[in-house]
């Protein structure tokens, strides 16, 4: 892929520059955004790597020429060291991600490899571009990332379909949400769309809250009951934590699916049900197959299609959006907004609780307001503490890059050191002393 570094000061041009190189990418470099916008106009630059601050125009201006050009071009902002507020404005104007000086060199390899993939995968899109249907959808879904956008073409492709799909992703990433949205958007969207939590029935109601019991069939059952399977007929089935499914139950659910016949528990009355299965899980079920945990043919069955949800840390792109998106939901008129220093602290923090954490977030923040506007010290702790670890004082952050890097390049070489020295283009002796100073050792002892 062709990158194009563009810096007024050549030691950080040459730094980034060399750097990419030596990772195999194809770099041009520009000192200034004139020159910049000269190469990209001759050459295909898929990436552009901007520095934000330089004499004559600014990243920022030269990013909007450059979008002006080529709209899908991607851009990676460097910004100065705590520049508050840029943050939010170069990813309004498009810039995928931003870093701060000094770079964080395998942070940023690892971005512009996620990009390419991004890329790779747009290609494809690109090519069955005209026949994307951007109808409006039956539900409010933020999705501006390129990840949620491939998210919801996918969905929209595969709704119409009978087949049964699997939703991957970690907690809070909207699988639920999907779920709806597959079936709002199928044929069976005017019949129930039916939710069974496989993490939360206790083992022994399982079978009954599937499949139904007859009235006194065990202790309890003091009436007939239908189960979820025949309340879904002819719509959809939604199996929420698939994972937690009890072993023992798999067999009657797949059995289930295969002949689209149920019993009720205590009969021998079989009933034919036509549901469309969708299931979601945070957990690895070829995995789990692996382990005995999960069965391997009731696995083939759930995963059909497949949608994988990318976790928010991956597309930046879509916080301040949701954030927009959860204020209206929770201000209930009340005239709040965020200070651009919050959002800021906001795209920086990583959620590990995805989606539904930001949306906690917003909702305490407006309910604990005193005031219109929220600013950092009104986020929760951990928001506000997680930035100040991440950033450590400059001698910190140059000793974690130069030990990530180091330990790359001894995996990447099979921990032969001579070989990694030269990918780190240092003498073995420096090489040496450092794994030393980092405690660096492979764990076969080498
Ligand atoms: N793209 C989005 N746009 C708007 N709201 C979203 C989006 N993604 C998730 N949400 C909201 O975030 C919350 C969490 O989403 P959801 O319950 O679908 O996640 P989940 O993946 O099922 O989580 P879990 O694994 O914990 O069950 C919900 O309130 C949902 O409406
Ligand atoms: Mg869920």
Redesign the pocket.
Known sequence: MKILVVDDEAVQRDLLSGFLRNQGYDVLTAANGEQALDVFRQEPVPLVILDHRMPGQTGDEVLVQMKALNPMVRAIMITAYGSVNTAVTVMKLGAVEFFEKPVDLPVLLQKIQQLEQQLEVEEDVAVVEESIDESPLPLKIVAESAGMKEVLSVVRRVAESPFAVLIHGE??TG??LV?RLIHLLSPRADNPFIEV?CAAIPENLFESELFGHEKGSFTGAANMRRGRFELANNGTLFL??IGDMPLFLQPKLLRALQEKKINRVGSEATIGVDVRLVS?T?RDLKALSGEGQFREDLLFRVKVLEIEMPPLRQRKEDIPHLVDFFLERYTCGRNIRLAPETIDTLVKYPFPGNVRELENVVQRSVTLSRGPVIYPKDLPEEVRHHQATAQGTLSERLEAVEREMMLSALEKSGWVQTKAAELLDISERVLRYKMKKYGLKNNAGK
Do not use: L, R
Request: glycine share 10%; net charge negative; proline share 0%.
């Open positions: 907690t809070g699988k639920e779920a939590n929420d934590e979601a945070n």
